[in-house]
């Protein structure tokens, strides 16, 4: 597989290497001079400063800032082959629906979380009832600090938390309410709700000096959540906390197999002719325009 990678910035190098593990043969653009002498000593075929320059290949990755994410897509499409962008789709609602109305079937979101084995352990529940009917779900999504300088922390980390939602549920349900914590002008917390079928609450932090990552499935009988992205395992409280003891939780293992892997090689076996990756440019879009909803109620705009 010859793969087009645009942008080898921090979160970029990561999928150079994964990707090299898995065998392809990766051409890199990047106008940052840094980027290109790491891909380079990282085993990269080809560099380049723009996509423009990279011969053609089986299909293109970007991993480039979200705010230059509809502009670069606009040429890798220009290519007809299957494209994987990061998260998120786009920073614009209407950008995101321009997308999902020409690039349907060829266009792709990387959201990792859909491919965390232990969201995978929590889909699955839901979908057995085993804990009863699902009911809604809290996620947790904070820290400090962000890398990311051209967007806010609403479009960094509510991307992961409502692709969750998608994952688990198979649709993310309309948002409600929402308060956001600004500095300068930016969102650095955002509180919400969606649903209320499931209902959905979200908290997403850069501000948090405590960093936590926590997404709750609760059901009629008993609730199953996944509390570090490291973990290895998810946990089961059942009954209703009527004030008994968590003496009893269980602890389920799950594989410890590094998402961001498994979503590129999902990729890679989408392009020998395998089913298409998790998320279709159609999800991306919605999660996008929930995610201005949010901040809509929210008051940022």
């Not at 423009?52 to 970007?62: F, K, R, T």
């Not at 266009?107 to 839901?126: A, C, Q, S, T």
Request: net charge neutral; glycine share 10%; hydrophobic share 45%.
């Amino acid at each position: 597989m010859r793969i087009s990678l645009a942008g080898c910035g921090r979160w970029g190098r990561n999928i150079l290497r994964d990707l090299l593990a898995l065998g392809a043969e990766v051409a890199v653009a990047d106008p940052d001079p840094a980027a290109r002498d790491h891909a380079r000593s990282a085993g990269a075929a080809e560099i380049a400063t723009s996509l423009d320059e990279l011969p053609a290949s089986d299909g293109i990755v970007i991993a480039t800032t979200t705010t230059t994410h509809f502009t670069v897509m606009e040429h890798a499409l220009a290519r007809q082959v299957p494209i994987f962008v990061e998260k998120a789709l786009t920073a614009d609602a209407g950008h995101a629906r321009t997308l999902a109305a020409r690039a349907k079937g060829r266009l792709f979101v990387m959201d990792k979380w859909r491919y965390h084995p232990g969201i995978e352990e929590l889909r699955r529940i839901r979908q057995t009832g085993e804990l009863g009917t699902p009911l809604g779900m809290h996620l947790r999504h904070v820290g400090w600090g962000l890398q990311h300088r051209d967007v806010d922390a609403s479009w960094i980390l509510l991307p992961h938390s409502l692709s969750i939602v998608l994952e688990i549920f198979g649709s993310v349900p309309p948002a409600t309410h929402a308060f956001a914590e600004r500095l300068d002008g930016k969102i650095v917390t955002l509180i919400g709700t969606l649903g209320p079928h499931p209902w959905i609450t979200v908290e997403i932090s850069a501000r948090s000096p405590v960093k936590r990552r926590e997404f709750r499935l609760h059901c009629q009988e008993g609730v199953a959540w996944l509390d570090d992205g490291w973990a290895d395992h998810i946990q089961i409280a059942r009954g209703i906390g009527t004030g008994a003891d968590a003496s009893g939780i269980e602890k389920r293992s799950v594989p410890a197999e590094l998402p961001l892997r498994r979503e590129l090689d999902a990729f890679l076996q989408h392009l020998k002719g395998g089913p298409a990756p998790r998320s279709s440019v159609e999800e991306g879009a919605l999660i996008v325009e929930r995610i201005q909803q949010l901040r809509d109620l929210a008051g940022a705009g």
